[in-house]
């Protein structure tokens, strides 16, 4: 089946550790995001790659980092620098070519960070 | 500026009844797309509905649809027959222009609570 899967479900991080958000693709699109989402409140975006090795900050990209070396996988690093980083993130993957505004995103199931 | 507008933080609907979702837009592109997404509790986000913005019906998907007001700048969301399981966050989210690289922009949700 297609999807994209976020791992882990859950993590826990003490404060003044870096950690990795994993993200995986099958759909063969070429877009990839990250959102950030707050107890009650809408996504924000986070970084975003339309294309294998390049990547773009999106509203609210300090204190986290991104990379994209295959179409496939998107991973997102949790810096020490990111002051407040207990929140919901969700992944999402979209075609992304002209005249593919129609062009829904996909999400994976997310993944809740918590610092201790 | 907000690009995505939900008025409504918190709906209230009696089982079988219809609801609408209120989300009004601000674009200067000739050309976008409008989504509608649905948050339950486990977080996951589900994809429902898509208007685009040359569409000249109305979008319909089962018991959704979305009521296009193009002048108005709203597209706004019906649900039909309302069921307890469509308790949840519901976003209105906008994509704008037919260029490769347009991103989503989200609104900030409005919390479905289907009484029995």
């Known amino acids: 089946d297609g999807g994209i899967t976020q791992s882990p479900k859950y993590l826990f991080r003490k404060e003044g550790q870096n950690v990795t958000l994993s993200c995986e693709q099958n759909l063969n699109h070429d877009a990839m995001y990250w959102y950030r989402q707050d107890p009650g409140q809408g996504l924000r975006l986070i970084y975003y790659s339309q294309i294998v090795n390049d990547f773009q900050k999106g509203d609210i990209a300090e204190g986290y980092s991104v990379s994209r070396e295959k179409k496939e996988s998107f991973p997102l690093t949790v810096t020490s620098a990111q002051k407040n980083p207990t929140a919901f993130y969700l992944c999402a993957s979209s075609k992304q070519r002209q005249g593919s505004i129609h062009n829904e995103q996909f999400f994976g199931p997310g993944t809740r960070l918590t610092v201790l | 500026a907000q690009k995505i507008t939900q008025t409504q933080p918190g709906m209230f609907v009696q089982e079988k009844e219809a609801v609408t979702l209120d989300c009004t837009y601000d674009t200067s592109d000739q050309s976008y797309g409008l989504f509608w997404y649905k948050q339950p509790s486990s977080g996951e986000m589900i994809f429902l509905i898509y208007?685009?913005?040359?569409?000249?019906q109305n979008a319909t998907e089962g018991r959704y649809s979305l009521n296009f007001q193009k002048a108005r700048k709203s597209a706004n969301l019906v649900i039909s027959a309302s069921q307890l399981g469509d308790s949840a966050m519901y976003f209105c989210?906008?994509?704008?222009?037919?260029?490769?690289?347009?991103?989503?922009?989200f609104g900030p949700g409005t919390r479905l609570s289907v009484l029995p």
């Open positions: 989210a906008m994509r704008e222009g037919d260029d490769y690289g347009q991103n989503f922009v």
């Open positions: 208007q685009g913005s040359y569409d000249e």
